[in-house]
């Protein structure tokens, strides 16, 4: 339990930098800082704005940031009410190793297609695998090898309804908090701009001096 939320904590947090840079690449023309620049082979910035970053117009950031918040209401679930929702637990490890197998993907795809590695992405693709693990080996079972036989009859279970449920709901908040965001930036960064084109040119008087070489 202490392990998953740790886990989904730090997913959200990761996810809510990645969202950052999307939103300030996107609408603000951001570029790359602190380990997003801390090689050549990096650039969060680059990986953002090509198209695998997002899905259906929303940067896979905010949705990452909906699964974990899910991860993490589904460990309290597990924790304090584990017989009102069957397979939960079948429900929440399948779901997490989509996300790896997804992770697989994404970091092949921005190495092979974009020439870029995102860092904040790599330490997603760690904690996604991180989750998948300690569903697998804390599974009520013992492992969570029954979940994958199981997995055809999932959809019947109440706990792979509470687990779409959530994810639902929280992707629906935040699609809204991403375009909230995304419009407050882009119109600040407008002003700044604007505010940037309006101001006075300073003009410098420099001396000649004494130098032979003055023309």
């Known amino acids: 339990f202490y392990v998953l939320t740790a886990l989904a904590g730090a997913g959200i947090y990761a996810s809510e930098e990645l969202v950052k840079i999307h939103i300030t690449t996107k609408f603000a023309n951001g570029g790359d800082s602190g380990i997003c620049a801390a090689a050549e082979g990096f650039s969060c910035s680059e990986v953002a704005q090509h198209a695998l970053s997002s899905v259906a117009g929303l940067p896979i950031a905010a949705l990452g940031e909906a699964f974990y918040l899910t991860v993490l209401l589904g460990a309290l679930l597990l924790r304090f009410m584990p017989q009102r929702l069957p397979r939960l637990a079948d429900a929440l ?123």
């Open 93 to 215: 490890l399948l779901a997490s190793t989509l996300g790896v197998l997804y992770s697989v993907f994404l970091g092949v795809a921005s190495k092979v297609i974009i020439g870029k590695l995102c860092p904040w992405c790599m330490v997603l693709y760690a904690i996604n695998l991180g989750v998948a693990l300690t569903l697998f080996f804390g599974h009520p079972e013992g492992d969570g090898k029954g979940a994958f036989r199981r997995a055809f009859s999932l959809p019947k279970a109440r706990g792979f309804w509470a687990v779409a449920g959530i994810m639902a709901l929280a992707t629906t908040g935040a699609q809204a908090a991403y375009a909230h965001r995304a419009k407050k930036v882009h119109l600040e960064y407008q002003v700044a701009q604007a505010q940037k084109a309006q101001a006075p040119r300073r003009q410098l008087d420099v001396a000649p001096g004494t130098s032979p070489a003055r023309g």
